[in-house]
């Protein structure tokens, strides 16, 4: 018999589904989530009554607007940019920007609605939020995506700031195009305020261990939930997706733990190293990212190995799985292949890799899953102590961050892992940490009233 709050949460998400159509990956994160707190609305009616939970699924704010460009050839464009302020409950918007040609309304308010719980897992005062543009990156040079930052600086500044929201980087945004954006804000401001992004260079205001965070993370969180099975990377392959920012951090953190990662993959397919990709293999990730390229076979030309066109690496008979490229690179067909090759730990690096089904059957075949929330949320909380940083004046050194990394990354596997034993779903850390961040933001919004 379903439940008050099941059939609440049913008609809630018809209602989403409804109000905001033509938006599957919206959709998708707020099924996942409403499907996890079930038995914490339950328990709590009151999260119901005071309307926190259709509050929590409607973004304070949204902006789109026109961002017009000249490219190398004197010719004018027009790309779209996106800011979605999701949630300022328990802290300033926070969350990064992302130039892809995908980005729509969709991706954003996903990608936004996610960070409100991963942030709120970091235990640090950010809230959720989420930028970008349909702008491709891809065989743009180096001064036409300076003069697309600035000119979606010129729209963006008017909603951002170090006390109301910070963005930072996502797929397309490093550290080239936070600088410029950078740039372009202080100019129009006309004064330094250098909370107001994050993953900013180290010459003005960055934090050390910033571009490794994410990575580092998600082995530090991996490794958690290896140990808490008595096991570890030591001695296991590790199949991982991508060669970004993410990619590169975990690849350069497992090797540090004893791991073996030995595949990495592209918008073009997916490449297979047997050897393991270490020592300069590993840089060679920032030499491809920086080429704007968006391939994956310069590695195996570079390195003479296997390329495998238009293929992902789920195949590949691997001890652990990490998905690090994007939203749905993992489907169901891609999660019975990695069951059947007797996977037992899959850690999400990118936002939402899995899909619903594929989540439901690994957790059904006993594979012990690492939700993005959580796993991911290194990068962010590094973003956060970037924030505390600049706010003291001061720069702390690599080890003070890292050791501040892995103190997180370790009390957000705890988090999850309680929240799920304490509401009867012991091991499904998908539920857990929706539940434990949930609980943060929702107790925030109560106190604070029905704005
Ligand atoms: N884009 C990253 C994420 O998905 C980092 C966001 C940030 O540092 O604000 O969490």
């Known amino acids: 018999m379903a439940t008050n709050a099941q059939r609440y949460c049913n008609e809630l998400y018809r209602r989403i589904v409804e109000r905001n159509a033509n938006e599957p990956e919206f959709h998708q994160t707020v099924q ?3 499907s996890s707190l079930v038995p914490v609305l339950d328990k709590n009616p009151e999260y119901i009554e005071l309307g926190i939970v259709e509050r929590i699924v409607e973004p304070e ?15 004018v464009r027009v790309n779209r940019g ?11 918007y ?5 130039f892809h040609p995908s980005v729509n ?24 939020g989420k930028g970008g543009s349909d702008f491709d990156p891809k065989g743009k040079s180096d001064a036409e995506v300076m003069r697309f930052c600035q000119s979606y600086m010129t729209e963006l500044y008017r909603y951002i700031g170090p006390n109301t929201d910070v963005p930072a980087g996502d797929l397309g945004v490093g550290g080239r195009e936070i600088g410029y954006l950078f740039g372009q804000y202080k100019r129009i401001k006309g004064g330094y305020e250098n909370g107001v992004l994050t993953g900013k260079g180290l010459t003005y205001g ?7 965070a994410t990575g580092y993370g998600i082995a530090y969180f991996c490794q958690e939930m290896m140990k808490s099975k008595g096991t570890s990377f030591d001695g296991k392959t590790v199949a991982v997706s991508g060669f970004g920012n993410v990619t590169w951090g975990t690849v350069k953190k497992i090797n540090e733990l004893g791991g073996k990662v030995v595949t990495l993959s592209g918008p073009d397919g997916y490449i297979y190293d047997p050897d393991g990709i270490t020592g300069e293999k590993v840089e060679y990730l920032l030499e491809m990212r920086a080429s704007c390229r968006d391939r994956v076979e310069d590695y195996a030309d570079q390195y003479g190995v296997m390329f495998n066109p238009g ?6 008979k691997v001890d652990v799985v990490i998905p690090c490229a994007t939203q749905n690179e993992i489907i169901i ?9 007797g996977v037992k730990f899959v850690c999400e690096g990118a936002n939402m890799p899995c899909t619903n089904d594929a989540i439901e059957y690994f957790i059904e075949n006993g594979v012990y899953l690492g939700p993005s929330k959580a796993a991911n949320a290194g990068g962010v909380a590094v973003s956060g102590l970037e924030m505390s940083q600049n706010s003291m004046r001061l720069a702390w050194s690599f080890e003070e961050v890292d050791v501040k990394l892995k103190t997180i990354m370790l009390n957000i596997y705890r988090s999850a892992s309680k929240a799920a034993e304490d509401y009867g779903y012991k091991d499904n850390l998908v539920v857990g940490a929706n539940i434990a961040g949930f609980i943060k933001v929702a107790e925030a919004m109560k106190a604070q009233g029905s704005v």
């Not at 926070?94 to 992302?98: A, C, Q, T």
């Not at 293929?311 to 590949?316: F, L």
């Open 311 to 316: 293929e992902k690496p789920w195949g590949v």
């Open 105 to 128: 309304v969709s991706i954003v308010k996903f990608l936004g609605f996610e960070q409100t719980f991963k942030n709120s897992l970091t235990s640090l005062p950010m809230g959720g």
């Open 82 to 92: 996106f800011r979605v302020q999701f949630n300022s409950a328990i802290g300033p």
């Open 32 to 34: 996942e989530v409403l």
């Open 94 to 98: 926070k969350g990064g920007l992302r």
């Open 61 to 75: 704010r949204q902006f789109i607007f026109r961002v017009p460009w000249m490219d190398d050839t004197g010719k």
């Open 206 to 212: 960055g934090s050390l261990a910033r571009p490794e």
């Open 333 to 341: 067909d891609d999660a019975k292949k990695i069951v059947s090759n």
